[in-house]
């Protein structure tokens, strides 16, 4: 099970920290995918981490702003977003991936956590 929070109304040019705890699982060997989907917009992947955090990955659009970390002793991983922006609001997924060494936004899901809304304002 997944479980992400820490979205909320934040001004444009601020941060928010979102959290993704991971419950049920025997072990770490899982990428942590998080995707985004705006209104009336198709879900997207915006970045994700490996099992052991060495690898990360980000769009292009969230490069430099976001950054992307876990802590398996917590079970938890954070995305933290800096100099946010009114185009990423939305409702942010955290997902899981059974895949040990890498990660992708593009891979198979196989686990979804519920959103939680993200919502800058202008």
């Known amino acids: 099970q997944l479980q992400a929070f820490g979205g909320g109304l934040v001004q444009s040019g601020g941060s928010l920290r979102l959290s993704c705890v991971a419950s049920?699982?025997?072990?770490?060997?899982?990428?942590i995918v998080w995707f985004r989907q705006a209104p009336g917009r198709y879900r997207e992947g915006v970045s994700c981490?490996?099992?052991?955090?060495?690898?990360?990955y980000y769009i292009d659009d969230v490069k430099g702003r976001f950054t992307i970390s876990r802590d398996n002793a917590k079970n938890t991983v954070h995305l933290q977003m800096e100099s946010l922006k009114p185009e990423d609001t939305g409702v942010y997924f955290c997902?899981?991936?059974?895949?040990?060494?890498?990660?992708?936004?593009?891979?198979?899901?196989?686990?979804w956590g519920q959103g939680t809304l993200v919502t800058v304002s202008s």
């Open positions: 981490i490996s099992s052991s955090g060495g690898s990360t």
């Open positions: 049920g699982f025997q072990d770490n060997d899982y990428a």
């Open positions: 997902a899981l991936e059974n895949i040990v060494s890498d990660c992708s936004i593009y891979g198979r899901i196989d686990s």
